[in-house]
T-cell receptor, first 116, second 115 residues
């Protein structure tokens, strides 16, 4: 069963628009971690954020913000005033305490295209 | 800190040959390392969990005799694709568990093309 669902396969926006990437996860663990990664065409994963299950405080980092809601099992990612350089595939991922070593379960990714 | 390297970054080989990919944690010790595979336009899928000094744990559907994993030290894990075939062409990425708990540090990946 898919533990991380990214329902949006592709999103296309015009530069300076705000865009939200959705992520819904499924777990029975009380201790777990959620991640967002950016993967540009080069392939290398760029770490964006890691959030543990006990910290529901939303976070903002520059133009990036994350909304973690345990009640809806969601961890959405918003880019404000998008730029062309934001074009990439974004992955949401989950690691669980019950999964030895905390291997990551990745969503299928959302491909974001920002056009000038 | 927490840097993971992979070597080679890109490899092209003939069908039937074996290819070894190295994953190193450069500035920390990693008891556990992971190997993921990513086919074009798909997500990353866990292949196996590599624990230092013990046998790797493979995910369902991954052939352990084909993808040999060795984790002989706390800073090095290797993945050997034996008798590679064109369908093994993929992007292979390793990661290492580190601090804080739950943190994962990814290598830059290795693109394998089997002709």
């Amino acid at each position: 069963a898919q533990k991380v669902t990214q329902a949006q396969t592709e999103i296309s926006v015009v530069e300076k628009e705000d865009v939200t990437l959705d992520c819904v996860y499924e777990t029975r663990d009380t201790t777990y971690y959620l991640f967002w990664y950016k993967q540009p065409p080069s392939g290398e994963l760029v770490f964006l954020i890691r959030r543990n299950s006990f910290d529901e405080q939303n976070e903002i980092s520059g133009r990036y913000s994350w909304n973690f809601q345990k009640s809806t099992s969601s961890f959405n990612f918003t880019i404000t005033a998008s730029q062309v350089v934001d074009s990439a595939v974004y992955f949401c991922a989950l690691s669980e305490d019950s999964n030895s070593g905390y291997a990551l379960n990745f969503g299928k990714g959302t491909s974001l295209l920002v056009t000038p | 800190g927490a840097v993971v390297s992979q070597h080679p970054s890109r490899v092209i080989c003939k069908s039937g040959t074996s290819v070894k990919i190295e994953c190193r944690s450069l500035d920390f010790q990693a008891t556990t390392m992971f190997w993921y595979r990513q086919f074009p336009k798909q997500s990353l899928m866990l292949m196996a969990t590599s624990n230092e000094g013990s046998k790797a744990t493979y995910e369902q559907g991954v052939e352990k005799d084909k993808f040999l994993i060795n984790h002989a030290s706390l800073t090095l894990s290797t993945l050997t694709v034996t008798s590679a075939h064109p369908e093994d062409s993929s992007f292979y990425i390793c990661s290492a568990s580190g601090q804080p708990p739950g943190a994962q540090y990814f290598g830059p990946g290795t693109r394998l093309l089997v002709l």
